[in-house]
């Protein structure tokens, strides 16, 4: 017994050792570029939930920030979101009271001439956007970084009305901002090698991890997310509570289960995702999801989604201990859907190795740090316990735990199947 587990400390310590080094990897992109200079003065367009979090983010972190939307109304909660922000983070008014005046209402975008770094934050409407950027295309710096926190548009279709197609960049910031360390950089074909590389290191100067991603849909985390999310909701849809999918989930080191995340994340931005990706890898709608939302039980913020909530905490019924035969489908379930879209993400070069897939999958997604990322997890169970696993999931459940390993062939551009 003492010999076993000291080979799990010893395999725990290893992979806790590799998350580090993960960290490392992430912060060296941000040395690829040659130029020093730091940003000054980011400017932000949309001041909802994520653009406001994004300027309280940056101002925290010592950046001139000036913020844009249509009106000044829509900008009041983003400041007292900010304040509530610097003084958890600094106790002091005083001291709040300075970060707060480093961001600037700009209704009217004055800042766009001055900024080092632009980013837009607005509804995720591609006219919208592209009409912005044409606009700041023809005001910024030569030399600003042009990022979009777009969640799902591909890049290749908002930079179509720039001039320089070569300026665009995806700088994805994950909700809640002052809380995830991953940003994801994302280069669309056109986007030059200078204009990511100075966005690794704008990313590393406010304090994030940046993560190198191709422009394909979901990218790499949302799209890993999607599929674990999915069989979560058909998990509900069978009928496992959600205190015991959770449970399972947290018991394998998952930062939080998945049916709480999905709640956090609210079940609207939840359905908003599935469809997207659904477009392009067409994966079917949970009924179960489009129910709760269709009754506006949208997670936490409105006291109800798949759990209750209380002074914004979920109520869990006690659960004493979970059948370890359900526990164990579970787990396998949702592991092996993610594991598979890791691997395919991989195959389409989404990111460029099965390092940088764990790296985001920890660092972006709360995956179990001890198991060393999803990539680790998969080469510690092994090729054949891995395929066995596959095919008996695909036995019970179908095409959506088929993957084709062998051939790199994609449909329409995407693989078809997760
Ligand atoms: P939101 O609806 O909370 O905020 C959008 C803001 O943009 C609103 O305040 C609106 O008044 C403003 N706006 C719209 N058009 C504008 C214009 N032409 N000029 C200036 N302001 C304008 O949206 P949210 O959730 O903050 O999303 C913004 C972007 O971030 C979207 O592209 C979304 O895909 C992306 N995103 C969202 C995440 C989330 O969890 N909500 C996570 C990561 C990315």
């Not at 994004?54 to 010592?62: L, M, N, V």
């Not at 809640?176 to 280069?187: C, F, N, S, W, Y």
Request: proline share 3%.
């Amino acid at each position: 017994v003492n010999s076993a587990l000291s080979l799990v400390e010893h395999d725990t310590a290893k992979n806790l050792i590799r998350v580090f080094f993960l960290q490392e990897k992430l912060k060296e992109f941000a040395k690829k570029s040659d130029s020093n200079q730091k940003a000054k003065h980011v400017h932000v367009i949309g001041a909802g939930t994520m653009g406001g979090d994004i300027a309280a983010w940056c101002a925290f972190k010592g950046l001139k920030v000036t913020l844009q939307d249509q009106s000044y109304e829509s900008i009041a909660p983003a400041l007292g979101r900010a304040y509530s922000l610097f003084k958890s983070k600094v106790k002091k008014d005083d001291l709040a009271n300075l970060m707060l005046d480093k961001i600037t209402p700009d209704v009217n975008g004055e800042g766009i001439k001055h900024a080092d770094v632009i980013i837009e934050a607005v509804f995720e409407d591609l006219k919208v956007k592209q009409d912005l950027f044409k606009k700041i295309e023809a005001q910024a710096k030569p030399d600003a970084i042009l990022a979009t926190n777009t969640s799902s548009i591909l890049l290749d279709e908002i930079n179509q009305v720039l001039n320089d197609k070569s300026r665009l960049v995806g700088i994805h910031f994950f909700n809640p901002v002052a809380k995830m360390m991953l940003i994801e950089v994302v280069k669309g074909e056109k986007t030059s090698e200078d204009v990511a590389n100075r966005s690794y290191a704008f990313v590393n100067q406010i304090s994030k991890l940046p993560l190198p991603v191709a422009s394909s849909p979901g990218f790499l985390v949302n799209r890993v997310l999607a599929a674990y999310m999915h069989e979560t909701f058909i998990l509900l849809s069978e009928g496992y509570s959600p205190e015991v999918i959770d449970k399972t989930m947290k018991n394998f080191g998952m930062a939080m289960g998945p049916v709480e995340m999905a709640d956090i994340v609210g079940l609207d931005i939840c359905l908003s995702v599935a469809k997207n990706i659904s477009k392009y890898y067409g994966e079917e709608i949970p009924e179960i999801l489009q129910n709760k939302v269709n009754q506006k039980q949208l997670g936490k913020k409105t006291g109800k989604g798949f759990h209750n909530y209380k002074n914004g905490k979920p109520v869990k019924a006690s659960i004493d201990s979970t059948k370890s035969q359900d526990s164990q489908n579970i787990e396998d379930r949702l592991v092996m859907r993610l594991i598979n879209v890791c691997i395919l993400s991989l195959k389409e070069n989404v990111v460029t190795s099965p390092e940088l897939i764990d790296a985001g999958l920890i660092f972006g997604a709360g995956f179990a740090p001890f198991r060393g990322g999803p990539m680790n997890y998969l080469s510690t169970m092994g090729e054949e316990k891995y395929r066995a696993k596959i095919a008996s999931l695909q036995k019970l459940y179908g095409k959506r735990f088929a993957i084709d390993l062998e051939s790199n062939e994609q449909r329409g551009g995407y693989a078809v199947n997760y």
